[in-house]
């Protein structure tokens, strides 16, 4: 069964930096997109970013709001991926959650394996 | 950006009605769209893709129509788990734009 578990969440101050893992089973995490998305407490959903697969070199992509301060990595040897988070603030605070899309003919139609979440909470 | 525009934003409704969301892209975003349905501490779920494709293991009273820049998702008879927070996503053009939100409460 293909499951995602993300890690590595807690509290972290103003200014600070966290990482956060994703670890893939049941499947081969290096052959796949993989997407973060993240839900800040009352609000709605908000994709982070993507990392494309082996074939495409890992690209990736981000939002504006995280541009510059995420990046997304991958780890071939642990089947995993991580979301480095640096010059966090308040707004960051949310559930972030790592995917993987459906996809075909070289297209994202959905995303339909989630992660059971980790929370992220930026406070002084 | 894209943007993703839901209505209503808050739905006071009752098992057996049935019920319509509708999601307004500002440009065109082809049938690159989906649906999903959230619940408190949960994980999103994908409900409809392509616009108007069932997601596997997803309720039949559950679908999706439109393109371009209009769409619906209908739940054809509301049924008592039915009653969730529901989101579209489009992934046109990056980045992959929510809308935000549309939450059916017990009248």
């Known amino acids: 069964e293909v499951h995602l578990v993300e890690s590595g969440g807690g509290l972290v101050q103003p200014g600070g930096s966290l990482r956060l893992s994703c670890a893939a089973s049941?499947?081969?995490?290096?052959?796949?997109?993989i997407d973060w998305v993240r839900q800040a407490p009352g609000k709605g959903l908000e994709w982070v970013g993507r990392s494309r697969d082996k074939v495409n070199s890992y690209t990736t992509e981000y939002a504006a709001s995280v541009k510059g301060r995420f990046t997304i990595s991958r780890d071939d040897s642990k089947n995993s991926l991580c979301l480095q988070m640096n010059s966090l603030n308040t707004e960051d605070t949310a559930v972030y959650y790592c995917?993987?899309?459906?996809?075909?003919?070289?297209?994202?139609?959905?995303?339909?394996?989630w992660g059971q979440g980790t929370t992220v909470t930026v406070s002084s | 950006d894209i943007r993703l525009t839901q209505s209503p934003s808050f739905l006071s409704t009752s098992v057996g009605d049935r019920v319509t969301i509708t999601c307004r892209a500002s440009q065109g975003v082809s049938n690159y769209l989906a649906w999903y349905q959230v619940k408190p501490g949960k994980a999103p779920k994908l409900l409809i893709y392509a616009a108007s494709t069932l997601q596997s293991g997803a309720p039949s009273r559950f679908s999706g129509s439109g393109s371009g820049t209009e769409f619906t998702l209908t739940i054809s008879t509301l049924q008592a788990e039915d009653f969730a927070t529901y989101y579209c996503q489009q992934f046109n053009t990056f980045p992959f734009t929510f809308g935000q939100g549309t939450k059916l409460e017990i009248k």
């Open positions: 049941g499947f081969t995490l290096s052959d796949h997109y």
């Open positions: 995917i993987r899309p459906a996809r075909k003919s070289g297209r994202t139609y959905g995303m339909d394996v």
